[in-house]
């Protein structure tokens, strides 16, 4: 059983268009998130949900909407794309103690492709 | 604000050591380690929490210097499975409800027969 999924895999869409990506995760975690990965490699924290609701909103444009209809489910849908979007994009679950990060486990990560 | 990670990248023959190191310009609470191989998700290797402590897993251990903001990971008699970007990621001491992550930029290890 995979611990944390996300799908799809992998997107090539035009600029202009909208996208979202699904996570789920099976491990019972209270807090999910959703890193942007460059290709540089730098990690980026971009949104984290407790318990459904949203406790970390970084600078991010508004075109990137996050969903959380349950504890086990964190979705991203993103407006208008632009090249610069282009990235891979992870879901993570974790244990959130006393407001405290526990250990991350990632999703295998979205290749967001934007031409 | 982002941890410093250094070296940025590091080439290892099978069998020899290796350090990493991450260091913060603000007060933490705790280091998390990851290991990225190419393509893959990150991994969880380890944390530490304020209090200096020291951590193992197999031949790979970290400490955590909670004066100095730093924490160093050792990676011993390196094996070619240990090949991948090491990424630290620090939390700060100060508690608030939006309390994160940073991650450092990593630090590419390349272990060779």
């Known amino acids: 059983d995979t611990a944390v999924s996300q799908t799809p895999k992998y997107l090539v869409t035009q600029m202009g268009n909208d996208k979202s990506i699904k996570c789920e995760q099976n491990?019972?975690?209270?807090?999910m998130y959703w890193y942007k990965q460059d290709s540089k490699k730098f990690l980026k924290i971009m949104f984290s949900y407790n318990n459904k609701e949203l406790i970390i909103n970084e600078t991010v444009p508004n075109r990137f909407s996050p969903k959380s209809p349950d504890k086990a489910h964190l979705n991203l849908h993103i407006n208008s794309l632009e090249l610069g979007d282009s990235a891979v994009y992870f879901c993570?679950?974790?244990?959130?103690?006393?407001?405290?990060?526990?250990?991350?486990?990632f999703g295998e990560g979205s290749r967001l492709t934007v031409l | 604000q982002q941890p410093v990670q250094s070296p940025q990248a590091v080439i290892l023959r099978e069998g020899e050591d290796a350090v990493i190191n991450c260091s913060s310009s603000k007060a933490l609470y705790s280091v998390h380690w990851y290991r990225q191989k190419h393509g893959e998700a990150p991994v969880f290797l380890m944390i530490l929490l304020k209090g200096g402590e020291q951590k193992g897993h197999e031949k790979i251990s970290a400490s955590f210097n909670e004066k100095k903001q730093q924490s160093s990971l050792y990676l011993t008699a390196s094996q070619l499975s240990y090949s991948g970007t090491y990424f630290c990621?620090?939390?700060?001491?100060?508690?608030?409800?939006?309390?994160?992550?940073?991650f450092g930029e990593g630090t590419q290890l390349t272990v060779n027969p």
């Open positions: 990621g620090t939390e700060g001491a100060l508690r608030t409800s939006g309390s994160r992550l940073t």
């Open positions: 491990l019972g975690h209270d807090t």
């Open positions: 993570a679950s974790s244990r959130r103690l006393a407001g405290r990060t526990g250990e991350l486990f």
